[in-house]
């Protein structure tokens, strides 16, 4: 771990997790890779939930159901005889390294709110419940997968192993279309639209509204990836 930790604590209910995780300088882990690469000094204590957490992973009649201690590695491997399903992919772009990815949960890719996450993003778009105890400790989460006719994700990054800096993903179920953008933003936009709403207008007006939660950096301006999301919704729109 790093300097600053006093203690590991590993309690035997996830009530007992959550009062734990509730006193200060305290932090629940899992996989624990975000906390490892952050080193947050203020953090003394860790509280050790994976045996509290599933790694179940269940997909029946359309419902996939997803244990929060499942890795990333865990979805890809499920969805192995559909090395293209969205969700595998989406996995694979969250984490170049095979290794952390066989590390990193989905519940912590949850936690963290990662906005260049396309699991994250994907798992918004696709309107994903959370299963949630004691103190809102993540504990799983379900999709209906039945009812959606068509998703796509578009990432745009400096090279293909690096994180994304726009992700624009749509889920088509009937004639109503998710779309949430994401990438190297503060936070996800999120908007419900129908079929026929989804116009060059809509595209404009969605564009200029996303931007404002990103900012200018090394990975270009602000008007610059305003075009990318652009473009990003242009093609989600020509696939959905």
Not at 12 to 40: C, H, M, P, V
Not at 62 to 88: E, R, V
Not at 125 to 149: F, S, Y
Request: aromatic letters at 6%; a positive charge.
């Amino acid at each position: 771990m790093w300097s600053s930790i006093k203690n590991i604590q590993f309690p035997e209910t996830l009530a007992e997790a959550g009062n734990l995780a509730a006193q200060k300088n305290a932090a629940i882990f899992s996989g624990g890779t975000y906390l490892a690469a952050q080193r947050d000094q203020s953090v003394l204590s860790l509280v050790d939930i994976n045996k509290l957490v599933t790694k179940k992973i269940d997909y029946s009649h359309g419902k996939l159901y997803c244990g929060a201690g499942a890795t990333l590695q865990d979805l890809i491997d499920f969805f192995s005889k559909d090395d293209k399903h969205h969700l595998a992919a989406a996995a694979r772009w969250s984490c170049a390294s095979k290794n952390i990815r066989n590390q990193r949960t989905i519940g912590g890719e949850i936690a963290q709110g990662r906005c260049n996450s396309e699991v994250v993003v994907g798992i918004s778009a696709l309107n994903a419940q959370l299963e949630m105890k004691e103190r809102r400790i993540i504990t799983g989460l379900n999709i209906d997968l039945a009812t959606v006719n068509t998703i796509h994700l578009e990432r745009f990054a400096v090279l293909p192993s690096a994180p994304a800096f726009v992700i624009v993903v749509g889920v088509k179920r009937g004639v109503k279309i998710r779309i949430v953008i994401g990438g190297q933003a503060r936070q996800l936009t999120m908007r419900d639209i129908s079929e026929k709403e989804f116009d060059d207008q809509l595209i404009d007006n969605l564009s200029i509204s996303a931007v404002d939660n990103f900012d200018d950096d090394h990975l270009g301006t602000r008007t610059y990836k305003q075009a990318v999301i652009r473009t990003g919704l242009q093609r989600v729109k020509g696939v959905l």
